[in-house]
């Protein structure tokens, strides 16, 4: 009888999510060794030596550490974005840009990776189906963050850089 209290007791006790983006890292660090570039997924700034791993919706209010979430990002872009939400157009615009990474960081890698990145996707974000794409991703994500605005009640954000900036570092680095 006291063991079984004692374990109705454990698993009662909330334990707080851990903010871990080890995985994104990782990522960014192969994708270098291969010799690419890695991008700020907000302004399509080259990210130098120095990056930071930003919370798509963020951890403070949707504490979720899944790869689709984890978005490579300058320091003075997250520093901006805080504990805010992007606004629907900063997440249109910027679809190209987080698909891409998500190609280079977790689905052109291997099955497994691919497997484990639509496993999270589908078990946290609405409406995806077992076969999805990116693109399906992205429009989940589009939902669910209409979904956190109402219920949070978060603050928008828009980056303060232009999404335009993308297009003069690709034609200088090619």
């Known amino acids: ?24 890292r990782t990522a960014v660090d192969r994708i270098r060794a291969a010799g690419k570039h890695v991008y700020c997924v907000w302004t399509g700034q080259r990210l130098r030596d120095e990056y930071d791993v930003d919370h798509c919706f963020p951890f403070a209010a949707w504490p979720c ?20 939400l992007v606004t629907q157009a900063t997440l249109e615009r910027a679809s190209d840009c987080i698909t891409n990474w998500w190609g280079d960081a977790f689905l052109n890698v291997g099955e497994d990776s691919r497997r484990q990145f ?7 974000l609405p409406l995806l189906l077992e076969r999805s794409t990116p693109d399906d991703v992205i429009d989940a994500m589009k939902l669910h963050r209409i979904r956190l605005a109402k219920d949070q009640g978060l603050r928008p954000w828009e980056p303060r850089m232009p999404m335009k900036f993308l297009e003069r570092e690709i034609q200088t680095s090619s």
């Open 65 to 84: 550490g899944d790869a689709w979430n984890l978005m490579p990002a300058s320091k003075q872009i997250n520093n901006q974005k805080s504990n805010r």
């Open 1 to 24: 009888m006291a063991n079984a209290r004692q374990l109705a007791q454990s698993l009662l006790i909330w334990v707080d999510p851990e903010r871990d983006t080890r995985l994104a």
């Open 118 to 124: 639509f496993l999270e996707a589908g078990q946290t």
